[in-house]
């Protein structure tokens, strides 16, 4: 049996007791690293769950399954997700690789960013598409999340954008030149894609935001550290929220007094936040 479990947000704590009990019971154990990462270190997994963990980069995963599905016929196999295990395509092709060789698969649900962003005080039911927001170059500027954002914008619905990690990857040179060097890791922040949206919308002039749209900015969502804040593209663009992980919302224009509220309370500054959402927001949601 393929078994995929999902290990919450933060830290070790975050599994389940479900998705524990298959940990200390599995022929072997695999740790996904490379869609997300949890806040501690995979020695520190190994100690709260008892035995080894096998690390499984995005080679391993998207050009090896068979390695990890290997004996799984015969054998329970766990296979361990930061968040929920099918918030990345990832893994759903890691099931249907499964099923080809017969082998049976039982996932074990855990909370992920597609959820907890419910913590910021908007309404789950009022987000539309989520897109990601990968890290631009000086020659690669993709702007296709523009687009999903128009969308959203335009039946008035917040979207969700999930912020690069560039965890074992190789630079250009290395890759051209055969060499397995990899880069630091990098982790982008809400700094950094309020930067970038604002960058496309520039370049574009299509008015799906602008500098003073509202958006609400989370790191860390599900520990003890977690921050939330919200302001302006621009206020967001320059503030500093601390380590990994970041997220981002947009919001729409259609959000309610209610979430209007409860985000308020993150607001970076209360009189430009009551300024914009007059000017912009009030009474749309209607």
């Avoid at 990832?90 to 080809?100: K, Q």
Wanted: aromatic share 8%.
């Amino acid at each position: 049996m393929l078994y995929l479990v999902g290990l919450g947000l933060a830290d070790e704590t975050d599994i389940t007791v479900k998705g524990l009990n298959v940990v200390k019971n599995a022929h072997r154990v695999y740790l996904e690293a490379y869609t997300s990462v949890l806040l501690v270190d995979k020695e520190k997994l190994e100690a709260y769950y008892g035995r080894s963990v096998i690390l499984a980069d995005r080679e391993m995963v998207e050009s090896s399954s068979d390695e990890i599905l290997e004996g799984a016929d015969v054998d329970d196999v766990a296979f361990l997700v930061v968040g929920d295990p099918f918030g990345a395509t990832t893994h759903t092709d890691i099931v249907l690789r499964a099923r080809e060789l017969g082998i049976s698969v039982h996932t074990i649900h855990n909370a992920s960013i597609m959820s907890a962003i419910g913590a910021t005080g908007l309404q789950l039911y009022n987000f539309g598409q989520t897109v990601s927001m990968v890290f631009f170059t000086e020659t690669w500027k993709p702007s296709s999340f523009y687009d999903r954002l128009k969308e959203n914008r335009e039946i008035g619905l917040h979207t969700l954008l999930l912020l690069d990690i560039k965890v074992k990857e190789q630079s250009l040179d290395n890759i051209a030149r055969g060499r397995k060097i990899y880069e630091s890791p990098r982790f982008m922040t809400v700094a950094q894609c309020a930067s970038q949206m604002l960058e496309i919308e520039e370049s574009r002039h299509e008015d799906v935001y602008q500098p003073q749209s509202l958006a609400v900015g989370v790191s860390r969502l599900g520990s003890k550290y977690q921050e939330i804040i919200s302001g302006t593209l621009e206020q967001l663009s320059k503030k500093d929220l601390g380590p990994p992980l970041h997220s981002l919302v947009l919001l729409g224009r259609r959000t309610h007094d209610l979430e209007k509220e409860f985000i308020r309370h993150f607001a970076i500054d209360t009189r430009i936040f009551d300024t914009v959402w007059s000017q912009d927001y009030e009474g749309r949601h209607r």
